[in-house]
Each structure stands twice: as structure tokens, then as C-alpha cells.
């Protein structure tokens, strides 16, 4: 069974910068396509950003597009989101996802996932 955990979150500051890491035990991370999700106060698991097993392919939520950028480490069994210019908008809890079974912007396509680590962007 796999095992995530994200680290990295914090409170910045409006048009800072942070980098998000997601680190998998249990299993090799370099079989599976991975994800980002976030959600916010009230508001359903949205996605964010996914990468193929191999990290030749990646896919972007509009609202973080040209912004954030997804990125693996498969010797690391990690998978990285570095994001930049973070707006107010942006403040949630941010999942990373694996074993992938059908759509990749689908938080219900996905059977692993992390326990969340919390961002916060201040204005």
C-alpha cells in the first residue's frame, strides 16, 4: 500500500514563492501518475496539476497556469509543486494524489492520497 506525505506549505505573501514536496513509501512512485489537488474553506477538492509516470507529460488547472509547475523525482520517490506569483486565491490545503484509475483531473479517479499540508496567502 502506498504511503503519501506532503511537506512544504506555510503563509507567504502575495507574488511569493513555494515549492510543495510529496514523498511516497510503499511503492515505486515511477509506475504511477501523479496529482495536485487543493481545497479550500467550503469549496470542493479541485485539481491543480498532474504528471505521467515518467514526467514527459504534465497538465495544468487554467488557474494556475503559467504559474505553478509540477515536477518528479522518481530516485527520490518524490514528486514536487513549485509555485510562484501566489495570489490570496491560492490559500488551501493542498493534496498530492497517486494510483490513477481514469480521468487525471479527477480527484475520484485517484486511490492514494496524502493527508494534506496547508497553505496560506496573505494579501
Known amino acids: 500500500q502506498m504511503q503519501l506525505v506532503e511537506s512544504g506549505g506555510g503563509l507567504v505573501q502575495a507574488g511569493d514563492s513555494l515549492r510543495l514536496s510529496c514523498t511516497a513509501s510503499?511503492?515505486?512512485?515511477?509506475?504511477?501518475?501523479m496529482g495536485w489537488f487543493r481545497q479550500a474553506p467550503g469549496k470542493e477538492r479541485e485539481f491543480v496539476a498532474a504528471i505521467s509516470p515518467s514526467g514527459s507529460r504534465e497538465y495544468d488547472a487554467d488557474s494556475v497556469k503559467g504559474r505553478f509547475t509540477i515536477s518528479r523525482d522518481n530516485a527520490k520517490n518524490t514528486v514536487y509543486l513549485q509555485m510562484n506569483s501566489m495570489a490570496p486565491e491560492d490559500t488551501a490545503v493542498y493534496y498530492c494524489?497517486?494510483?490513477?484509475?481514469?480521468?487525471?483531473?479527477?480527484?475520484?479517479?485517484?486511490?492514494?492520497w496524502g493527508q494534506g499540508t496547508q497553505v496560506t496567502v496573505s494579501s
Open positions: 510503499g511503492r515505486t512512485l515511477s509506475m504511477y501518475s
Open positions: 494524489a497517486s494510483d490513477l484509475r481514469g480521468n487525471y483531473n479527477r480527484a475520484d479517479a485517484y486511490r492514494a
